[in-house]
């Protein structure tokens, strides 16, 4: 059974950082990380903000770019969300989300809250 496992998140002050990881475990082989999404309010939609395209390199929504980074361990089975100069409109519940065999799997989700 394949699972995603994210931490890192917390209430932050404005213009802080934090560090996202997610952990992929219960496959002997590595999953196909594919990035991190956000969901701000409750039931509302869940947008992407960094993903890895399939030659590798990442993109960011415009709302991060330049803020946050993406970033993966393949050895450790695990993927990083770097964010730096949070605002409090990045306050939201954050996802990671993971391929392996055209099955897509997503994390439990992790609270990051930007306030003074």
């Known amino acids: 059974q394949v699972q995603l496992v994210e931490s890192g998140g917390g209430l932050v002050q404005p213009g802080g950082s934090l560090r996202l990881a997610c952990v992929a475990s219960?496959?002997?082989?590595?999953?196909?990380?594919a990035g991190w999404y956000r969901r701000q309010a409750p039931g509302g939609r869940r947008e992407l903000i960094a993903?890895?395209?399939?030659?590798?390199?990442?993109a960011y929504a415009g709302a991060v770019k330049g803020r946050f980074t993406l970033s993966r361990d393949n050895m450790k089975n695990t993927m990083y969300l770097e964010m730096n100069s949070l605002r409090p409109e990045d306050t939201a519940a954050y996802y990671c989300?993971?391929?392996?065999?055209?099955?897509?799997?997503w994390g439990q989700g992790t609270q990051v809250t930007v306030s003074s």
């Open positions: 989300k993971g391929v392996l065999d055209g099955q897509v799997y």
């Open positions: 219960g496959s002997s082989r590595s999953i196909d990380f």
């Open positions: 993903v890895f395209s399939s030659s590798g390199d990442t």
